[in-house]
Every structure is written in structure tokens, then in C-alpha cells.
């Protein structure tokens, strides 16, 4: 039975479940193959940005996802060097409250992605999810943003011993 999935809106059999069956079919494809991998914290920031109510329920939580489709997005930041400030500064003691979420999260969802058989297929449609995304939460990019230049200045901060 085809029914709404609650985050992202896709219609698919099972809904919630069957849309996170695709994500997790996504994350054996990566792995399986290395010509679709490279992308990983795209495609999960993504996804947990279109479904906050399973993957985004702490201030923190969101902060990471939204701080870490940003860097990708918006700094063109390789994940695998800046994402490690994002995750030091988010594993200390800030406090962050959550702020309101937008209602529509982006035109594409993960179904447009897993309709990529060919690599350079996918890693497009990957960043046009990515990019959908991200523009849904317009709201927040100055406050993401603003954790990105907190994140950055706590890295280059000379530590006291």
C-alpha cells in the first residue's frame, strides 16, 4: 500500500519505511561499489534534514546536519577535514536550542537520487537533492552559518595547557 512518507513526502509503498529502505539501498551502493561512493555525508545530512523528526530531534542534532550540508554546499568544504571542527565544537559544551523547522523540506527527495544507475548520474542528482534541500531551510543558513564561524574559530584557537 503506497502511503506519504511523513518527512520528505515521497508516496511510496510502506511510506516512512519504504523511503528509509531506499536510503539505507543508497548506503549499500555506495559501499558495494567505490565509483558511487565519496559522498556519504551528503546524502546522510540530507536525509536527516528532510526527516528531522526521526534524525533531528536535539538542537544538536540538527546543528550537525544543517552545519554539515552547509560546509558541503555552501564553503564547498571537503567533509573529511572541516566536518572534524563541526564535530569537536558540536561534542563540546555550546548549548543550542532547536529553532523552528520549515514545513516544506525541498522538491526532490531520495527517490530522485536512487533513479541514478550511472555514477556521474548520481553524484549529480545527489547535489541537486543536497542543493533542494538546503535552499528549503533558507531560513536557518544564517544561524548554521553563524555555528560554521564558531566551529572555524575554535579550531584555529590557540589551546591553553
Known amino acids: 500500500m503506497t502511503e506519504r512518507c511523513s518527512g520528505c513526502g515521497l508516496v511510496i509503498a510502506g511510506g516512512d519505511a519504504g523511503c528509509q529502505a531506499i536510503m539505507d539501498g543508497l548506503a549499500l551502493r555506495e559501499m558495494g561499489d567505490a565509483r558511487f561512493g565519496g559522498a556519504m555525508r551528503l546524502r546522510v545530512d540530507a536525509y536527516c534534514l528532510q526527516h528531522p523528526a526521526r534524525y533531528c530531534v536535539s538542537g544538536k542534532s540538527l ?16 567533509p573529511r577535514h ?27 527527495t531520495i527517490a530522485d537520487v536512487a533513479a541514478s544507475a550511472e555514477p ?20 536557518l543558513h544564517g544561524l548554521a552559518e553563524a ?11 590557540p589551546r591553553h595547557r
Not at 546543528?63 to 571537503?78: N, P, V
Not at 564535530?87 to 526532490?108: M, N
Request: zero cysteines.
Open 63 to 78: 546543528a550537525a546536519h544543517l552545519m554539515g550540508l552547509g560546509w558541503i554546499l555552501d564553503h564547498r568544504g571537503d
Open 82 to 108: 572541516g566536518s572534524e571542527a563541526l564535530r569537536r565544537w558540536l561534542d563540546g559544551a555550546v548549548p543550542i536550542d532547536k529553532p523552528a523547522l520549515p514545513e516544506f523540506r525541498g522538491r526532490l
Open 120 to 139: 556521474l548520474a548520481y553524484r549529480r542528482a545527489l547535489e541537486a537533492w543536497g542543493h533542494a534541500v538546503w535552499a528549503a531551510y533558507f531560513g
Open 147 to 157: 555555528w560554521i564561524a564558531a566551529a572555524l574559530a575554535e579550531r584555529r584557537a
